[in-house]
């Protein structure tokens, strides 16, 4: 990410590097239950609504099954 704003927080409120605001606060998931494919319709359509070029919705398709969160 790039604007560290937009980093999610850890429990004790310092920043997690791994994962974004949106998907992570206070030392937890805020929706724990999604799958990564929900996940990825879910941010794409953000992606969409905010204008972002289709190539970057395809790298987060990429990016996003990589994530700690889904290699457990």
Same mark, same amino acid.
């Given at each position: 990410?790039e604007?560290?704003?937009?980093?999610?927080?850890?429990?004790?409120?310092?920043?997690?590097?791994?994962?974004?605001?949106?998907?992570?606060?206070d030392?937890?998931?805020?929706?724990?239950?999604?799958?990564?494919?929900?996940? *990825?319709?879910?941010c794409?359509? *953000?992606?969409?609504?905010?204008?972002?070029?289709?190539?970057?919705i395809?790298?987060?398709? *990429?990016?996003?099954?990589?994530?700690?969160?889904?290699?457990?």
């Amino acid at each position: 990410m790039e604007d560290p704003r937009d980093l999610g927080t850890n429990a004790d409120g310092s920043r997690n590097e791994d994962y974004c605001r949106f998907c992570f606060q206070d030392g937890r998931f805020t929706d724990p239950d999604i799958t990564v494919a929900r996940m *990825i319709e879910k941010c794409a359509g *953000i992606m969409e609504e905010m204008g972002a070029p289709h190539e970057k919705i395809e790298q987060m398709r *990429i990016f996003l099954p990589g994530l700690k969160r889904w290699s457990r």
